[in-house]
């Protein structure tokens, strides 16, 4: 049985309300059912976002987003799954379900239901990991790796909808793969694969990194199970290849010892993850410290011809070209020479990096990490997790391409001290999406642009711009003061770093915010950086409404977001289905004509104010300013907000049906407070 939530009054508010600014207070709420208007039932948990942002895929506990049609199996009970959002619809679409309980007894678990998603780029595909049997061929009791292709309906039986594909296959045919048994059995999924979630997928869509979990199996293309537990492999889905990615130095036998966090770049090129046994697949120097349960992290350009295993970072630097190929090194935070690496110690230091995964940037090349040992040479160990950041280019040394990013204190301070939980990076890895409780950021982080917040608290989001050195936070309440709540690690960024997918627990980012649990949200930046208030503005640009537009089912739709600018302009960002000539116009009511149509008198009459013509060469979306002149632009810069109505219609290129969309707002300046 599903129940509806009583927030519907609160989300048509929210609904109505203007979304919320860039980077400004509030978020949008993605785990929501608007048609229903219904806030998840139960916590949401992992996030990905497409390149654009657009889509946000998320994992869910929720069971009031099912469709009607959609019952949960006989005598069983959905708890929830993986869902995606479409941020430019508002439409919520299933991906698969989640985990299967007693109808009569809820804590009985029966099916480890779809878990850990990752998105493409254009948000068509999402891989997951399952017990749930969902192609034909799939007949063991293990759990496997899929990947759903949202193009394709869904049916209630799911293996004959033909909307998934089996990813933990073995190599050239869609044979699934064979897992060593355990003891004891686990009725609701026996271990098998497992995909790391945020960064599980290639941007087009066909590549996907995945490991192994507890058990032997006989992946990639093995006539027994003697492939080691914590392989890591790539499934190419396309040409149905599965490559075993994780070698030995000898480059045959295959090594196990990954740990779950196992990352793709967005170009399919290369993948990254947090292993043990890393002696036995990567070189380490006389001296360095070989113990296999050592957590490192490790990269490869997995389809490189002759690629080796290569290290990410450490107390070593086997990549400097002036260490000799006997090189040694001791046990010394405060030794230095060609031998030594960038960091003082192993890069867990004093803490556990087992659950973090390195970042990677879209062309692998770049890798963001956390780290809890402190850059050499150091006198002390580091007491935090800190973010470095390196080049993995040929020819780059460890310590050469290394740079820290964060810095911990050895002395207590509730704002400066605490681990940073998490790390995202944009495509060209320019920018960096933080979690972390620390309010207070030292040397060498950029300068915090904005204030801080008021007082330490939970998990916040922070936004570090390489390009602009700058670092900025980015979550703000609805009254634009601290969030009441926390940020879940494993936070995304979309491909340019402008829209952040989380997971929180906060109650103050939307209106209304009742059901108690932690909830899925996004956050958009403005699309120009001019249109970005200076630090310390008294209030941002102001989101204004956003329309659906109009447009049959076929071309798409028309989408329109009004934001105001400091020089009095509107910026509007038109979403196009097509190419064309895009009219914008925007209207004003007359003060005395509303007095005389409020007395009964003359007729009120709109009058234009600004308008503007562009060209949208392609689908996407497209910057329009609108400008005032006259008398209303000496008004707005006077102080006075000029209420207006704005409308855009899209003329299609070599003909066909015109579509257009239409918000209100108001025309305004972004003043300064002076300081």
């Not at 945020?198 to 093995?222: C, K, M, N, W």
């Not at 207590?412 to 920018?431: E, I, K, P």
């Not at 009219?583 to 005395?592: G, L, M, N, P």
Request: charged content about 25%.
């Amino acid at each position: 049985m599903r129940r509806a939530l009583p927030l519907a009054a609160a989300l048509v508010a929210l609904a109505a309300a203007p979304a919320a600014a860039s980077w400004g207070p509030g978020a949008e709420l993605i785990s929501v059912d608007w048609p229903r208007l219904e806030q998840a039932d139960s916590a949401s948990s992992a996030v990905d976002a497409s390149a654009d942002g657009r889509y946000v895929v998320f994992q869910t506990r929720a069971t009031n987003f099912f469709a009607d049609d959609d019952p949960d199996p006989a005598g069983r009970l959905r708890r929830g799954g993986i869902f995606r959002y479409d941020r430019a619809t508002r439409a919520l679409a299933l991906v698969a379900d989640g985990d299967q309980v007693a109808e009569d007894d809820p804590s009985t678990l029966l099916l480890r239901g779809a878990a850990d998603p990752s998105v493409s780029d254009d948000g068509r595909y999402v891989v997951f990991d399952t017990a749930q049997r969902l192609v034909p061929q799939d007949t063991n009791d293990n759990v496997d790796v899929y990947v759903r292709d949202m193009a394709v309906p869904l049916t209630a039986d799911r293996a004959a909808s033909g909307a998934y594909a089996l990813v933990s296959a073995k190599d050239g045919g869609e044979q699934p793969a064979s897992y060593a048994p355990r003891d004891p059995p686990l009725p609701s999924g026996e271990p098998g694969a497992a995909v790391f979630p945020g960064q599980g997928i290639s941007g087009d869509g066909r590549y996907v990194a995945f490991r192994t979990t507890e058990q032997a199996s006989d992946l990639p293309d093995h006539a027994s199970l003697d492939t080691p537990p914590g392989a890591v492999l790539v499934r190419d889905l396309r040409q149905h290849r599965t490559v075993l990615v994780s070698r030995a130095l000898d480059g045959t036998t295959p090594a196990g010892g990954a740990l779950r966090p196992v990352a793709i770049s967005g170009d399919g090129s290369t993948v990254a993850w947090t292993g043990q046994n890393a002696a036995a697949q990567t070189r380490l120097l006389t001296g360095e410290a070989t113990d296999p349960t050592l957590p490192r992290y490790l990269w490869k350009r997995w389809d490189d011809a002759g690629a080796v295993t290569r290290r990410i970072t450490g107390p070593a630097d086997p990549d400097d070209p002036a260490c000799p190929p006997d090189g040694t090194v001791v046990n010394d935070p405060t030794a230095t020479g060609p031998c030594y690496g960038p960091l003082a110690d192993v890069e867990q230091g004093l803490s556990d990096i087992g659950s973090f995964a390195p970042a990677l940037s879209r062309d692998g090349w770049t890798v963001a990490f956390v780290a809890g040992a402190a850059p050499r040479p150091a006198a002390a160990s580091d007491p935090a997790l800190d973010v470095y950041l390196t080049s993995m280019r040929p020819g780059v040394s460890r310590k050469a391409g290394t740079r820290a990013i964060t810095k911990g204190t050895t002395a207590f301070n509730a704002r400066a001290n605490g681990d940073v939980q998490s790390v995202a990076l944009s495509a060209d890895g320019t920018r960096l999406l933080l979690v972390t409780s620390r309010s207070q950021f030292l040397a060498p982080t950029p300068p915090l642009i904005g204030d801080p917040r008021s007082s330490p608290g939970g998990n916040e989001l922070y936004l570090v711009d390489l390009r602009a050195q700058e670092l900025r936070r980015v979550l703000h309440a609805l009254d634009g003061g601290d969030v009441d709540g926390t940020v879940a690690p494993g936070a995304v960024l979309s491909a340019d770093g402008r829209v952040v997918a989380f997971v929180a627990s906060s109650t103050n980012l939307i209106v209304g915010d009742a059901n108690g649990v932690s909830d899925a949200f996004a956050l958009a930046q403005t699309d120009d950086p001019a249109d970005r208030p200076p630090p310390d503005a008294g209030h941002g640009p102001i989101d204004i409404d956003l329309s659906n537009g109009s447009g049959d089912g076929g071309g798409g739709r028309v989408r329109l977001r009004v934001s105001s600018r400091r020089d009095g302009s509107l910026l509007l960002r038109v979403g196009v289905p097509q190419p064309g000539r895009l009219d914008a116009v925007a209207t004003a009511t007359d003060t005395a004509g509303k007095a005389r149509a409020h007395r009964g008198g003359a007729r009120q009459r709109a009058r234009r104010v600004a308008a503007a013509r562009a060209s949208a060469r392609a689908r996407g979306t497209v910057r329009v300013v609108l400008k005032l002149g006259g008398r209303d632009r000496r008004t707005v810069l006077r102080g006075v907000p000029l209420r207006v109505r704005v409308a855009v219609t899209l003329v299609p290129r070599g003909g066909g049906a015109k579509r257009s969309a239409r918000a209100t707002g108001t025309f305004r300046v972004v003043k300064v407070k002076a300081r």
